[in-house]
């Protein structure tokens, strides 16, 4: 009965400590959202170039509803002309399938035209 009893609380331990490290993931979502709306925003968004610096995976595709690039540009890629922006996307992974997004270049012609944090 001991084992039993002490098999539980081993249990509820380890999931109160699963749980607690996603507190932050809502706080994370939100933010994430915010950015994702200005990118959206962006003169030329639907013809855009969009990069990222860390994995692609379907929750950054799907929060901002376009294909991106699992890599950085390079500098025929960042340099080119036209009205569609390259949009480099610059985050890290604090959790498995959440990446936290922290900040984003906008490049026109070249040239940074706008960073969005």
């Known amino acids: 009965m001991m084992f039993i009893i002490y098999s539980c609380l081993m249990s509820f331990n380890s999931y109160r400590a699963d749980v607690k490290q ?10 994430n959202t915010v950015i994702a709306n200005k990118i959206i925003d962006t003169k030329g968004f639907y013809c855009a170039s969009i990069y990222n610096n860390t994995r692609v ?9 376009r294909s991106i690039w699992e890599r950085l540009p390079n500098d025929n890629e960042l ?10 996307i610059t985050g890290d992974i604090p959790f498995k399938d959440l990446q936290k997004v922290t900040s984003v270049n906008i490049y026109r012609n070249g040239k940074l035209e706008e960073v969005i944090e």
């Open 79 to 88: 340099y080119v002309s036209g009205e569609c922006p390259v949009i480099v």
């Open 57 to 65: 995976r379907a929750y950054l595709n799907l929060l901002i509803g």
């Open 22 to 31: 996603f507190q932050g993931w809502s706080d994370i979502q939100r933010a």
